[in-house]
């Protein structure tokens, strides 16, 4: 198991706004995220879902950021629009994502650009990557991911 790349970013949520910094999270495991863009399609069904099995996380000690390159505005608007309850990271500078590995050469209608691969990562409460899903599809993968934390974190 590889340790997850540390971070300190800003961070909004429902109810709060601040820094969030990993290695202060321990020893709670944490789910992070990542999608392309707030208040697109499939990003705001990901969102949603990851919203309302928030409590079951939360139950199972875990807990779960959205990460995006929008910014903190952004992220209000959208949290605000789709009542969301899952706080969101701010990567504006795209680092974190960059460490991750999810920054990527995308392209889409013959344009070629970079933007972030949808991936997700179950990080222990030692800071190791327990599972990642790269190149995520959206439908029931919230669901997917809270069956791996029952498993593999409290399995």
Known sequence: MTNAPDFTKPFVSATQQGEVTLSELRPSPVVLFFYPRDSTAGCTIEAIDFTSLLPQFEAAGVQVFGV????????????????????????????????????????????????????????????????????????????????????????
Not at 84 to 99: A, K, W
Not at 113 to 128: D, H, V
Not at 140 to 149: F, G, I
Request: charged content about 30%; overall charge negative.
């Open 68 to 155: 995006s390159a929008d910014s903190l505005k952004k992220h209000e608007n959208f949290i605000s629009k789709q009542s969301l309850s899952v706080p969101l990271i701010c990567d504006e500078d795209t680092q974190m994502c960059q460490d991750y590995g999810v920054w990527r050469e995308k392209s889409m209608y013959g344009k070629v650009f970079w933007g972030i691969e949808r991936s997700t990562f179950l990080i222990s409460g030692t800071g190791k990557i327990l599972r990642e899903w790269r190149k995520v599809k959206v439908p029931d993968h919230a669901q997917e991911v809270l069956d791996a934390v029952l498993t593999e974190v409290n399995g």
